[in-house]
């Protein structure tokens, strides 16, 4: 659905672990090809994973880690279609900086386009990091609060990362917004729209909102095929 929305932007989507042995992998994989992603990552936890910013993460082999890789890619060359592969380690917590990099050394060898190392602590392992895995391009997850440095993406950039993802930006700005307006609901009993709320952000009101979901695009492909749907808006 997300895919959709934008054919041409280009979408980074999470595979987690691949959800199974290497056929689950490869189903995936072309799922994700079919839906119209453009780049996923696939990591080395055991299936009942967790977040990559906390502790007591459990992984795999690395030789079936490679394996979730290498079906991967063939599963990428037996659909037709392309995906970049974004190979993640999550090694760097319990098997250490040296494993993990030997993992994504591995994975690039079997043809992952992308090295992810999570979790990196400090701007010195992740310089380390990005010269140790040249001329591979790295990816950079920016968790703030977790237990990476919040490197901006100028930051990001001086390092040496080729890509950085901030998945949680949204979330935590709909989560703020969300909760302002439901504490002005709960303290002041109405919701108001079309007009500045208390702390200057202007409130797009319900016409705003129908704009941003594509009404004026609707409007006008309708009238130009002659139809007459939007005659009374």
């Known amino acids: 659905m997300i895919a959709s929305l934008s054919p041409n932007t280009p979408l980074i989507a999470d595979a987690d672990t691949g959800y199974g042995g290497a056929i689950q992998v490869g189903r995936t994989v072309t799922s994700y090809i079919r839906a119209g992603v453009a780049g996923l990552h696939l990591e080395d936890q055991v299936v009942s994973k967790r977040c990559g910013h906390l502790a007591g993460k459990q992984v795999v082999e690395r030789e079936e880690f490679v394996s979730r890789i290498r079906a991967?890619?063939?599963?990428?060359k037996r659909s037709g279609g392309d995906?970049?592969?974004?190979?993640?380690?999550?090694?760097?917590?319990g098997k250490g900086y040296?494993?993990?990099?030997?993992?994504?050394?591995?994975?690039?060898?079997?043809?992952?386009?992308?090295?992810?190392?999570?979790?990196?602590?400090?701007?010195?392992?992740?310089?380390?990091?990005?010269?140790?895995l040249s001329p591979t391009p790295c990816l950079f997850n920016s968790v703030p609060g977790g237990?990476?440095?919040?490197?901006?993406?100028?930051?990001?950039?001086?390092?040496?990362?080729?890509?950085?993802?901030?998945?949680?930006?949204?979330?935590?700005?709909?989560?703020?917004?969300?909760r302002r307006g439901m504490r002005g609901l709960l303290d002041e009993g109405v919701v108001k729209g079309d007009e500045r709320g208390k702390d200057g952000e202007e409130r797009v009101g319900v016409h705003g909102l129908f704009e941003m979901c594509g009404l004026k695009e609707a409007m006008d492909f309708d009238r130009e095929a002659g139809?007459?749907?939007?005659?009374e808006v």
């Open 72 to 76: 991967a890619v063939l599963a990428r």
């Open 83 to 93: 995906v970049v592969i974004i190979a993640r380690t999550d090694a760097l917590q």
């Open 98 to 132: 040296d494993e993990a990099i030997e993992r994504l050394r591995a994975a690039v060898k079997v043809g992952a386009d992308v090295a992810f190392l999570e979790g990196v602590t400090s701007r010195k392992e992740a310089d380390q990091a990005v010269k140790d």
């Open 147 to 178: 237990v990476s440095p919040d490197f901006s993406t100028r930051e990001a950039k001086e390092i040496g990362y080729r890509i950085a993802i901030f998945p949680t930006v949204a979330l935590e700005a709909v989560y703020t917004a969300v």
């Open 227 to 231: 139809g007459g749907a939007y005659d």
